[in-house]
């Protein structure tokens, strides 16, 4: 099976070393899968490795681990939440106010057209009423 599966296109083989920086994913909330920092400890196997997370060992499959030294494919399905960097806030409190006006709409700009509601669709699906069971001790089957 797993040689039916690097035959797609874009299929790559993931291999990792011991103290490989790699994202782990983090099960622990199931609503809300993340991928957190880790390092590579040990490989187990053909596909498994044990993950030293947060100071724990985590074993995850190679699908759950992704390189940390490259940058997140955009194709991916996966959300990944990383800790960012929030910038400082700038004060610009002692600046003058900005002395440009607004310009007024010109008359040729376009028109903005409300969205429409979308159609809901209904089924169309005939439902037969439910027929009830009538027991009666007579009876040999129930056809």
Do not use: C
């Not at 782990?24 to 880790?38: C, E, L, M, Y």
């Not at 490795?49 to 724990?56: D, R, T």
């Not at 089924?123 to 001790?137: A, E, F, Y």
């Amino acid at each position: 099976m797993e040689a039916q599966f690097n035959r797609h296109p874009g299929a790559r083989e993931r291999m990792f070393q011991e103290h490989d920086k790699v994202y782990v994913k983090d099960f622990r909330n199931p609503q809300n899968a993340t991928w957190i920092s880790g390092v590579v400890q040990k490989r187990i196997g053909r596909t498994l490795y044990k993950v030293l997370v947060n100071g724990s060992v985590w074993k995850r499959h190679t699908n759950q681990l992704r390189r940390r030294d490259i940058a997140p494919f955009a194709d991916s399905t996966d959300i990944w939440y990383l800790d960012a960097v929030t910038p400082s806030r700038v004060d610009n409190s002692n600046q003058l106010p900005s002395t440009t006006q607004p310009t007024p709409a010109s008359p040729t700009s376009p028109r903005l057209i409300a969205p429409t509601q979308p159609t809901i669709r209904t089924s169309t699906r005939h439902r037969n009423p439910v027929k009830k069971l009538d027991i009666d001790p007579r009876t040999k089957s129930y056809k």
